[in-house]
């Protein structure tokens, strides 16, 4: 499921241009990355600035190398992010963006 959604960008209002951008591929089995899929799940405002982010790409600060790397930064917070499943995942991606969008009064 969340394989098929690589590479898609949708505009979440069109009026003011914020979109999503996934990017998500298979990856051997790792220590960094022991669910075997190396995603980034992103809220862009219409400049480009990224807001909202759920991603495995690097370390948290504070963490092991070797240690899952799951995170997800909401506007200028980083904070570790236990990965369960992708419909979990999709799940709160879409409710941080959600929350993040009815905050700057995008949506109501």
């Known amino acids: 499921m969340l394989l098929d959604l690589d590479g898609q960008v949708l505009v979440v209002n069109p009026e003011g241009g914020h979109r999503v951008r996934f990017v998500v591929t298979c990856v051997p089995v790792s220590p960094e990355k022991p ?3 190396d995603y980034s799940l992103t809220l862009h405002r219409p400049d480009g ?4 982010g759920f991603d495995n790409a690097h370390p948290v600060a504070k963490r092991k190398r070797g240690e899952p790397q ?4 909401r506007l200028r917070t980083t904070r570790a992010y236990e990965y369960s499943d992708a419909a979990t995942l999709l ?3 879409w409710t941080t963006v959600d929350a993040v969008l009815r ?3 995008v949506i109501s």
């Open 35 to 37: 669910h075997s899929i």
């Open 49 to 52: 600035e990224r807001l909202v």
């Open 70 to 73: 799951d995170h997800h930064r």
């Open 91 to 93: 799940a709160d991606f």
């Open 103 to 105: 905050e700057r009064g």
